[in-house]
């Protein structure tokens, strides 16, 4: 039987992601091209690989048993090009990390340095976006892989390596600086212009857990899109925010901010590099991939 090889190719991808969409995406291809081929292949194999529902498509049982053995194959094939391409192949080529600013500021800034001092011809395309922006953009295929800030609840395809615990603290500007002599309740927090991440952030969700434990809904008068952007907002006195005490640090120095203590604890949160599991990355990528997990470790 002569099948295309691509063909099972797009099989792989249309198996592992169990959507169309997102297999297209993956291959840079179209839904349309990626139906039409895995009908091809469908036909001359004589049976049907997958069943289409609302959700997306699952394996029949016989395209089970097919990807038991293409999911080999293709990870037979990806270890085979990085032992023929050699370690002289690491040291060239193009990564594309997506990353958000507390993650770039407090973990990644201090090793990009040191990497690239070692890796002078790898390339670094970074992405700053939001957690949950940044693991769709991951699932897509867009990003070899990604380091983000958690709690975040990850696809099971993702794994996941924790690269840094960081605390986040209460500050505000010196107009505020009343709030730094006594420990403040979580609910008097509404009495204060509070400046926050936008809603479709992984911190946006983590404070209204916090929030709703305490029977409170939590509500911003102004909505940012990086951490960045927080700081100088709330150094002009404009409201008062939760931040990562590793970029308040040199502002609390200068006596441009005040930290205000609070009668709760406010749980650690940490940094994680991600990346899909099923998916192989290049060489120049895993190269930096393995830089950054070592360093975690």
């Known amino acids: ?36 081929i895995i009908k091809l292949l469908e036909a001359q194999m004589n ?20 990807y038991s053995h293409v999911e080999v194959a293709y990870r037979h094939l990806l270890d085979a090009q990085e032992e023929i391409c050699g370690q002289a192949s690491q040291r060239y080529g193009t990564v594309a990390i997506g990353v958000t600013e507390t993650a770039l500021h407090i973990f990644l800034l201090d090793l990009l340095r040191g990497f690239k001092a070692k890796y ?42 924790k690269a840094a615990d960081y605390e986040e603290i209460l500050v505000g ?9 006594a420990p403040l309740e979580l609910k008097n927090i509404g009495r204060y212009p509070l400046i926050g991440l936008g809603r479709e952030s992984a911190t946006y969700r983590f404070y209204k857990e916090i929030f709703l434990a305490q029977g409170m809904d939590l509500e911003l008068d102004m909505e940012v899109a990086t951490s960045g ?9 404009l409201g008062i925010g939760f931040v990562p005490e590793k970029l308040a640090a040199p502002l609390l120095k200068e006596k441009k901010l005040v930290r205000i203590p609070l009668a709760c604890d406010i749980p650690s949160r940490s940094i994680h590099i991600v990346s899909d599991k099923g998916r192989g990355k290049g060489l120049a990528a895993d190269t930096l991939y393995s830089f950054l997990r070592d360093a975690a470790l």
């Open 47 to 66: 049976c049907r690989l997958f069943i289409r529902n609302a959700r997306g498509i699952r394996l029949t049982e016989e395209g089970r048993l097919l």
């Open 229 to 237: 952007l927080m700081l100088p907002l709330i150094e002009k006195n």
């Open 173 to 181: 500007g010196t107009e505020y600086a009343e709030l730094a002599n």
């Open 1 to 36: 039987m002569d099948i295309n090889f691509e063909y099972y190719k797009f099989f792989y991808f249309a198996a592992k992601y169990g959507n169309i969409t997102k297999a297209a995406a993956a291959l840079g291809s179209s839904q349309p091209n990626v139906t039409r």
């Open 120 to 161: 002078p011809a790898i390339r670094i395309k970074i992405y700053n976006q939001s957690t949950p922006d940044t693991v769709k953009q991951l699932v897509g295929g867009r990003f070899d892989f990604a380091v983000v800030t958690m709690p975040y609840e990850m696809p099971k395809a993702f794994s996941s390596v």
